[in-house]
């Protein structure tokens, strides 16, 4: 359906649209598992960041008892 509906709008153009499509979904697969791995290692600095922030915090608060 969708190629009936792209043909059918941009005529003559239709393979260059296409191609164009086809270019992007492959950037797209190839971006997507670096982009899940990039988010897994700010995940797990994000995490180590607030533990260490706890820690601080508790030794603070005991300094300051």
Same mark, same amino acid.
């Given at each position: 359906?969708?190629? $009936?509906?792209?043909? #059918? ?8 649209? !296409? ?5 992007? /979904?492959?950037?797209?697969?190839? $971006?997507?598992?670096? #982009? ?8 797990? !600095? ?5 533990? /260490? ?13």
């Amino acid at each position: 359906i969708l190629n $009936a509906n792209l043909s #059918a709008r941009y005529g003559e153009r239709y393979e260059e649209v !296409k191609h164009h499509l086809d270019d992007a /979904k492959k950037w797209y697969d190839q $971006a997507q598992p670096q #982009a899940e791995v990039v988010a897994d290692q700010v995940k797990q !600095k994000s995490t180590e960041f607030e533990e /260490k922030l706890g820690k601080a915090g508790k030794k603070g608060f005991m300094i300051l008892k």
